[in-house]
């Protein structure tokens, strides 16, 4: 098939999600070019329910960045959470052990404005695209796509970000790159119910019949999850064997009461740990899920995207404005050492609270012992109010 346009660019980004535009962004600041290709549609990704927390330090990117006010009128500042086992909640106060808060602001708005952002400074972006290949990583990389109508395209670039998520096609580029997994025998199921807050903060449960989080969206719409079987099928769960599972998982002597309603919606979420290193290979460099995935537990996924994004941007303004070779040579390293302190945050805060099939009754009184150690604990509690809140970016 003819090529039917030809575009050359400093930086191609595959992949339009907020890591990709996230450094669309940060590129277009430092007056560095970009071209942002994604095989999704806007409206897909603004659909599609992702996990609310963001940290100290992801708060203040889109803020000072210029990406979003929004974040703080819309979005909903926490100084902690609760740690609910034995039927009673423990809070965690974040502002007293740490000084720092969370902001419940979902995925799918932190998009929006970002999409906005880019939109408003005549960002180039190309969404529901086809077929992307990309070719030449080594020297002279090139993004190629098939346009809804069926036209080829072509994207020559200095360099191409892969911020394709966890399904990545860029990170199979890489050669004789390491890959570090480790799965789960669980999974979450998440719904997003019609029903007033239950709380003012999250609710992380530890139960006999294993973990829930209560989170919340909105006066009048929650999002909740509770552990599951990886291979649950959402069409057989009716609302009513929904709110069994989290009320008997919520159940408890201090009084607290789980608000119900509607479920609106229901999705089984997959959940692992993973890690491919090096994230770079020649021109080509990774971001985000696309290098790293974590379980949702302490909701790290963004934040981690994020803050690859932010090294990344000055990496490749080091690089492609001030001709320093070496900047890319230390993306990797200055990447994956956040990302390993959040592979064992979400890693500790999974075991910490799930239930695992086949656990003994020593094993089950030992994970009570340690979330008793935590809220005894000044500093079990600060430790866990660090890594939620964000360790600083630097
Ligand atoms: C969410 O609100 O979707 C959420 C919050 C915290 C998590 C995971 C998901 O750890």
Not at 13 to 38: F, K, N, R
Not at 212 to 237: G, H, K, V
Not at 248 to 258: E, P, Q
Not at 351 to 356: K, N
């Amino acid at each position: 098939m003819s090529v039917h346009s030809s575009t050359r660019t400093q930086v191609a980004i595959v992949g339009g999600g907020p890591a990709g535009l996230m450094l669309s962004h940060l590129l277009h600041i430092a007056g560095i070019e970009s071209v942002v290709v994604d095989n999704r549609t806007v409206e897909q990704i603004e659909t599609t329910h992702r996990a609310g927390i963001l940290e100290r330090d992801s708060v203040r990117l889109l803020v000072d960045s210029g990406a979003s006010d929004r974040v703080l009128t819309d979005g909903h500042e926490h100084g902690g959470i609760s740690l609910r086992f034995g039927g009673v909640s423990h809070r965690i106060d974040f502002q007293k052990l740490t000084g720092a808060s969370v902001w419940l602001y979902p995925q799918t708005e932190v998009f929006v404005d970002l999409h906005r952002a880019r939109t408003r400074d005549g960002g180039d972006l190309r969404y529901g695209i086809l077929d992307t290949e990309v070719t030449g990583v080594l020297d002279s990389p090139v993004v190629t796509y098939t346009d809804a109508a069926g036209a080829r395209h072509e994207i020559a670039a200095d360099l191409v970000v892969g911020a394709d998520g966890s399904r990545s096609v860029c990170r199979d580029l890489v050669e004789n790159a390491r890959q570090y997994y480790r799965e789960y025998p669980f999974a979450w199921f998440g719904v997003m119910v019609q029903a007033p807050p239950s709380a003012p903060e999250l609710i992380y449960t530890r139960a006999a019949q294993g973990f829930a989080l209560i989170s919340q969206r909105t006066d009048t719409l929650q999002r909740m999850y509770f552990q599951c079987d990886p291979n649950e099928d959402p069409a057989q769960w009716s609302d009513d064997r929904i709110w069994d599972q989290l009320h008997s998982r919520l159940a408890g002597s201090d009084g607290f009461r789980l608000q119900d309603g509607p479920v609106l919606e229901r999705t089984v979420l997959p959940f692992r740990s993973f890690v491919q290193s090096p994230m770079r290979h020649g021109r080509l460099l990774l971001a985000g899920d696309a290098a790293h995935t974590v379980p949702p537990t302490g909701a790290k996924g963004l934040n981690l995207a994020l803050a690859d994004v932010r090294v990344l941007a000055e990496v490749i303004e080091r690089a492609i404005d001030k001709g320093d070779g070496d900047a890319l040579d230390s993306y990797t390293e200055r990447a994956l050492s956040r990302v390993w302190k959040a592979q064992h945050f979400s890693y500790w805060m999974t075991t910490m609270l799930h239930r695992v099939s086949g656990a003994t009754d020593f094993d089950e009184q030992r994970q009570l012992g340690e979330l008793q150690t935590l809220i005894s604990s000044n500093a079990g509690s600060t430790y866990l109010a660090e890594g939620y809140t964000g360790w600083p970016h630097h």
